[in-house]
């Protein structure tokens, strides 16, 4: 890949706005890659972003200190000590990668 960041970084971050974010192929056969947020909602923000077509995420750390994202289903514990984050919208500029 052409990344030109050394290994070893410990975040990586929105390369438009530079808002830090985690970007990690999630779901059962890693189908689909999120960047997420790294700025945990409260959960006014979670009701309020929780549309059909925004995800939230919970945000758990492995016991090697790596976040992974979990998708967050609708029997979700509502006490769950992670933070919750949702998909990186970027409002640096317009996209033209597509
Ligand atoms: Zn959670
Ligand atoms: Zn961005």
Known sequence: MSRPRAAGAADSRCPSCAAPVLAQWVGDRAALRITA????????????VRTPNRLIWCLV??????PRL??????????????HVTE????AAPTTLF
């Not at 947020?37 to 309020?48: F, I, N, R, S």
């Not at 750390?61 to 790596?66: D, K, L, P």
């Not at 979990?70 to 933070?83: G, Q, T």
């Not at 990186?88 to 409002?91: E, K, L, M, V």
């Open 37 to 48: 947020d790294l700025t945990p909602l409260t959960p006014e923000q979670q009701a309020a």
């Open 61 to 66: 750390q492995t016991r090697h200190g790596t």
């Open 70 to 83: 979990r998708w967050l289903s609708r029997w979700h514990p509502p006490d769950c000590p992670h933070r």
């Open 88 to 91: 990186h919208r970027c409002t």
